[in-house]
């Protein structure tokens, strides 16, 4: 184990997960290369029991209670809690693998504060009769990403990005991802605005990530409804009449659906989670035409003050 701490804060918010989320803390611990800060944003309801973490020295531990909702209101308060130049952000259903902090670091302080990093997911398989990965990223060739493009580059729950231009960007829009009225797309929108705002997305096939399958087969269809609900709204969020690039893209991507839903026939669970899918883009699009959310300068949170509580191991 490398008792050396590398200048970066890892982020996890978590919610009514404490088994799922102490595992990843104690693989963080496992890693190759230790960061110098974990900063855990708690938003879990009241009797919700918190593990006893244990991370080895350097590792300085902050536990945030927080009683705000929805996974961008958590990455943001932990990003705010930081005390380091630069943060990674990860999922509390993932474990890491032992040289994904060292090659997100690496890469990062190389690309400079003008890039953000993002990494690789893989599916850790079956942890029971039934269940299944919801998301995975599996190029295998480190790419670096600029301008106006026409995919979705940023894994939110595996990157890491310098603090000051994440919070100048304003961080994730808290109206999108889970825990929301539109659970998803909020690392969609949040690399979006990066790559319009002149940042690279650096892709590092080396940062590994192993994403959990805790979630039960029976979720599949209402889960990709509700991915499909984010994306809607994200897409009529940044579309102009002046600019029709996220209508095409809205449009590409119901095609898609339809044609994956038709090469899914003989796998009836697919294709109804493509159906669900395609359902969701159109609802949610509509739904945030219809509310129009608030920017986020006049966004409330629903949380009262955190508390702050670090603890040296």
């Known amino acids: 184990m490398n008792a050396h701490a590398l200048p970066i804060a890892i982020v996890i918010a978590s919610r009514n997960r404490p088994g799922l989320l102490g595992d990843t803390v ?7 290369a230790l960061p110098s800060e974990i900063v855990i944003v708690d938003q879990s309801d009241a009797g919700t029991p918190s593990p006893a973490w244990h991370v080895p020295n350097p590792v300085v531990l902050q536990h945030v209670r927080t009683a705000t909702r929805g996974v961008s209101a ?6 705010r809690a930081a ?30 504060p003008s890039a953000a990093v993002t990494g690789r997911v893989t599916d850790g398989g079956p942890e029971g009769e039934g269940t299944f990965v919801s998301a995975t990223v599996n190029g295998a060739s480190p790419v670096s990403y600029a301008g106006r493009i026409n995919i979705d580059v940023l894994a939110g729950g595996n990157m890491a990005v310098y603090r000051d231009a994440f919070l100048r960007l304003g961080g994730f829009d808290e109206r999108l991802g889970p825990g929301t009225r539109f659970p998803a797309a909020e690392d969609n929108d949040l690399g979006f605005r990066m790559l319009a705002a002149g940042l ?7 940062a590994v990530l192993v994403h959990r399958a805790w979630r039960r087969t029976s979720s599949y269809v209402p889960l990709r409804f509700a991915y499909g609900h984010g994306k809607g709204g994200f897409y009529i ?14 449009a590409w991507d119901l095609g898609r659906r339809a044609v994956r839903t038709v090469r899914s026939a003989a796998h009836p669970r697919r294709a109804l989670g493509e159906m669900a899918y395609a359902a969701g883009v159109v609802t949610g699009a509509c739904e945030w035409l219809i509310r129009r959310p608030a920017d986020q ?6 949380a009262t003050e955190p508390e702050f509580n670090s603890d040296a191991h």
């Not at 958590?74 to 990003?79: I, K, V």
């Not at 690279?200 to 080396?206: L, S």
């Not at 300068?297 to 629903?302: I, N």
Request: no cysteine; aromatic share 4%; net charge negative.
């Open 297 to 302: 300068a006049d966004h409330q949170e629903l």
């Open 26 to 32: 104690t693989s963080i611990g496992s890693g190759d």
């Open 200 to 206: 690279r997305i650096v892709y590092v096939p080396e």
């Open 74 to 79: 958590g990455r943001n308060l932990g990003a």
């Open 237 to 250: 969020k940044h579309l102009h009449l002046s600019d029709l690039h996220m209508a095409r893209r809205l």
């Open 83 to 112: 005390r380091t130049a630069l943060i990674a952000f990860i999922d509390d259903d993932m474990r890491v693998e032992p040289q994904w902090l060292s090659a997100l670091t690496k890469a990062l302080t190389a690309a400079g």
